[in-house]
C-alpha cells in the first residue's frame, strides 16, 4: 500500500534550553523522521516574550514572533508546543490553544501536577491531545512506555529517581566527596538545574513528576500538598560518609506503593543498598524501578535532564499526535491517598552528642517509649569539643514514631544538634 506523505505545521512556544534544542533536533532529524514516518514536521514559528531570542531564531532560520497568540490563532498550525515552564501564562496558552483547535504538546511538569485533571478534561471536551512525555525522566520514554507498553499490567510499586540535579549533587558528594553547594554549583554550570534549582532541592521538581507518574500508574491525580516531600537540602557528606560505611548510597528517591485501592506517596532522601541498579544511577541519570503485574520487575534508565535528550521526547510526542492522532491515556481510578504517618520503615538517625555516661540509655529508653527497636548502633570517633556522632539503623517504625521520639532526644541537653532521620529500602 503506498503512502502519501502528511506535512504538519508547528508552533514552539518557549526559545529555552528545551525549546532551542527541539528546533536543533527538528532541523538534524527531520529527514530521519520522514523517512521512517512520512511525515513532514515543519516549524511554523517559534515565540520567546525575550526579544533577544530573535537573534537566535534568526541563527535558526525559522521565523520568530514574541507574541504566543500568533501561534495559538494560527489556522495554518496544527500543533503548538508550550515550552514556557511555570503555572501561568503557561496554563492560560495551553488552554486557549486547545479551545483554538490545535493539540499540545509540553514538558510542563509543574503545571500537569496541578492541573492536569482540568487540562486533560479541557483536552477530551475539545477533541483535542494533550501528550507530555518530555514532562518526566526528559529522554526516557517511560509515559509511554507505562501508557502503552504496560495498558494491560498493574503496577504494585514504583521507585523512581526523577531528578538529575539533585541525583548529580549526591552523586559527587558520594564520589568525590564535594561539599553540597560545590556539587551544586557544578550542577547549575553543567546545565541541569532549573532556573531556580530550590525546585529540584527542596524536592518538588521530583514531586511534580511524582504527581504525573501517580496518574499514569495508578489513575489519581494527587495534590501536590498532600504528598510528603523532603528535598536534599540537610544531606551532610557526614551521612554520606557513614552510609557508605553501611553499604548504601543515598538516593532522593519518589515512591508510591499500591495496596489494592489505597496508594502511599512520599518523595524523601532514601538509604538504597549499593548493587542495586536504583543506588548505582550516576550522575544526572535519572531511573525508575517499577513492580508490576503481570510484567514483574521493570527498570527505565536514561538521561532525565538536558535540552538535547529532552528533545527526542517532545519529538516523539509531536509524531505521536501528527501520526496516530491519538495517544493512549489513562481514565481516572477510585484509589485512596493514605496518610503516611502510620508507614512502617527502616531508619537511619544521626545524633550528635556529648561524649559521657548515659547519653546512650537516655536515648535508647525514649526510642523504646515509642516502640522502636534499634538493629545496629555505632558510636564514631571524637570529633572537637568532645561531640561524638552515634548513627543507628532501626528495625521497621512508624515515621510518626520517630518524628516523636526524635523531638524529645533533640531536647536532651546533651545533644548539640539536631537528629538527622533518613528512610532506608531494601528493595
Ligand atoms: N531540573 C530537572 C532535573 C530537569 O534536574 O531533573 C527537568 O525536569
Not at 489556522?75 to 511555570?86: N, Q
Not at 488552554?95 to 483554538?100: E, G, M, N, S, Y
Not at 500508574?217 to 557528606?237: H, M, Q, Y
Not at 512502617?344 to 555516661?357: E, G
Request: glycine share 8%; net charge positive; charged share 25%.
Amino acid at each position: 500500500m503506498s503512502q502519501e506523505q502528511v506535512i504538519k505545521r508547528i508552533g514552539i512556544i518557549g526559545l529555552g534550553t528545551v525549546g532551542e534544542a527541539v528546533v536543533r533536533s527538528l532541523i538534524r532529524y527531520g529527514a530521519n523522521i520522514k523517512r521512517r514516518s512520512l511525515l513532514s514536521l515543519q516549524i511554523a514559528g517559534v515565540c520567546d516574550k525575550r526579544s533577544a531570542k530573535a537573534h537566535l531564531a534568526s541563527r535558526l532560520s525559522v521565523p520568530f514572533t514574541s507574541d504566543p497568540y500568533k501561534l495559538i490563532n494560527d489556522p495554518g498550525i496544527d500543533i503548538i508546543v508550550e515550552l514556557v515552564g511555570g503555572i501561568e501564562p503557561a496554563g492560560t496558552y495551553i488552554c486557549d490553544a486547545l479551545r483554538a483547535g490545535k493539540h499540545v504538546v509540553t514538558a510542563n511538569k509543574a503545571l500537569l501536577a496541578e492541573r492536569g485533571r482540568d487540562i486533560l478534561s479541557l483536552a477530551a471536551k475539545q477533541s483535542r491531545i494533550v501528550a507530555f512525555e518530555a514532562s518526566v525522566c526528559g529522554a526516557i520514554p517511560l509515559i509511554k512506555s507505562i501508557s502503552e507498553g504496560l495498558v494491560a499490567c498493574e503496577v504494585n510499586k514504583l521507585y523512581g529517581i526523577l531528578n538529575g540535579t539533585t541525583n548529580y549533587i549526591l552523586w559527587r558528594m558520594e564520589k568525590d566527596k564535594l561539599d553540597f553547594s560545590k556539587a551544586l554549583k557544578e550542577a547549575k554550570l553543567k546545565g541541569f538545574a532549573e532556573r531556580n534549582p530550590s525546585i529540584d532541592i527542596e524536592g518538588r521538581d521530583t514531586l511534580y513528576k511524582l504527581c504525573i507518574l501517580s496518574y499514569l500508574c495508578f489513575g489519581i491525580w494527587p495534590k501536590p500538598a498532600d504528598v510528603p516531600t523532603e528535598g536534599i537540602g540537610n544531606i551532610s557528606l557526614l551521612d554520606i560518609f557513614y552510609a557508605q560505611e553501611m553499604g548504601y548510597n543515598i538516593k532522593l528517591l519518589a515512591v508510591a506503593k499500591r495496596i489494592k485501592n489505597r496508594l502511599q506517596l512520599g518523595v524523601h532522601p532514601t538509604l538504597i543498598p549499593e548493587g542495586h541498579p536504583l543506588s548505582e544511577t550516576s550522575s544526572s541519570y535519572n531511573s525508575v524501578y517499577l513492580d508490576t503485574e503481570p510484567a514483574g520487575d521493570l527498570l527505565f534508565y536514561g538521561k532525565g535532564a538536558g535540552g538535547v535528550p529532552t528533545s527526542s521526547a517532545v519529538i516523539s510526542d509531536i509524531v505521536d499526535i501528527a501520526f496516530y492522532g491519538k495517544v493512549v491515556m489513562r481514565r481516572e481510578e477510585k484509589v485512596v491517598l493514605e496518610n503516611n504517618k502510620d508507614n512502617a520503615s527502616r531508619y537511619y538517625v544521626r545524633f550528635m552528642t556529648k561524649d559521657c555516661p548515659g547519653v546512650l540509655a537516655q536515648i535508647s529508653r525514649i526510642l523504646a517509649s515509642k516502640d522502636i527497636s534499634i538493629a545496629s548502633v555505632t558510636q564514631k570517633q571524637r570529633g572537637r569539643k568532645n561531640i561524638v556522632p552515634i548513627v543507628m539503623v532501626t528495625h521497621d517504625a512508624k515515621e510518626d514514631n520517630i518524628r516523636k521520639a526524635l523531638k524529645r532526644i533533640d531536647a536532651l541537653p546533651s545533644i548539640k544538634c539536631p537528629s538527622r532521620v533518613i528512610k532506608m529500602e531494601s528493595l
